[in-house]
């Protein structure tokens, strides 16, 4: 494992795919990584792949659409990590390839847009 930088990272949509390797890239140079995903379970998952790895992670929960897990984890990581050095917020929901925009119900539209452009 290298020598840890002291830095401190969050990358939402951790649990697989390009959040996965965001996290594992920057867990093996050193830094502190916090996978945060809504599925609580595939995050520590995720979390438990990388600490085999010899990584130092912690896992987070939490759905970037939903404001009150959004203050749940900004205290988390007051509390036990004093700052974040690094923000990678690369979580995000596909739509159906299969399904037109048109098509998609009123919920569904929102929720998509709430998570992939931060939209209120």
Do not use: C, W
């Not at 979390?47 to 009150?68: C, F, K, Q, T």
């Amino acid at each position: 494992m290298p020598k840890t930088t002291g830095k401190i990272a969050l990358v939402t949509g951790a649990n697989r795919g390009i959040g996965f390797e965001i996290a594992r890239q920057l867990a093996a140079g050193g830094i502190t990584v916090l996978t945060g995903t809504r599925n609580e379970e595939r995050g520590i998952a995720a979390r438990n792949r990388l600490s085999a790895l010899g990584h130092d992670v912690y896992h987070i929960l939490l759905d970037v659409a939903d404001p009150l897990q959004i203050q749940a984890a900004v205290g988390r990581i007051k509390d036990d990590f004093k700052r974040l050095d690094i923000l990678v917020n690369n979580a995000g929901i596909m739509i159906d390839s299969r399904t037109s925009i048109l098509e998609l119900n009123l919920t569904m539209l929102q929720n998509t847009l709430k998570v992939n452009a931060l939209y209120e």
